[in-house]
């Protein structure tokens, strides 16, 4: 694959000036597919693929929680760590709009607003993970010590096993 195909996103554009390696991976975005498409396209455990999350607190404060594929998240656990009264998801126009990203393609790299970070901290016990690269069916393959090189994260324990 050439330089050339590669989407010019916001997210390819922050992770070139921040001079971190990626590797690209396509696959055929489908609606309400989430993490299960795109690992069984890519080949890959869907524990390494890295799901953006847009939410929100009570006071509408928006924040970004990455977490595995094959997780969910707990907002009460979260809304604790964050001494805030509850957290819940965006929807997705608010998501859009915090981000510049639509539902289904948002990335963690180069949002509009600039957004506090959270991660499931066992993200970083992985070789390597696959986090959307702003657009729908495209993921790029990375380190997660080049995630924590170029964004500021805050490492979280709040992670349930999807049933």
């Known amino acids: 694959m050439s330089k050339q195909d590669i989407p010019v996103t916001q997210a390819i554009r922050f992770l070139r000036n921040k001079n971190i390696p990626f590797i690209p991976h396509f696959y055929t975005y489908q609606e309400h597919g989430g993490t299960t498409l795109s690992s069984k396209s890519l080949g890959v455990p869907e524990h390494n693929v890295i799901k953006t999350i847009v939410l929100e607190t009570h006071e509408k404060n928006p924040l970004i929680v990455l977490m595995h594929g094959d997780c969910e998240i707990s907002t009460k656990s979260l809304a604790r760590i964050l001494d805030v009264k509850s957290v819940s998801p965006c929807n997705p126009q608010t998501a859009q709009r915090h981000t510049g990203y639509m ?61």
């Open 103 to 163: 539902v289904g393609g948002t990335s963690p790299f180069g949002t509009l607003k600039p957004l506090p970070v959270y991660a499931e901290k066992t993200i970083f016990d992985l070789d390597n993970i696959f986090i959307n690269g702003g657009k729908r069916g495209f993921l790029v393959e990375i380190s997660p010590t080049d995630l924590l090189a170029c964004l500021e994260v805050h490492r979280i324990s709040v992670a349930v096993k999807e049933t």
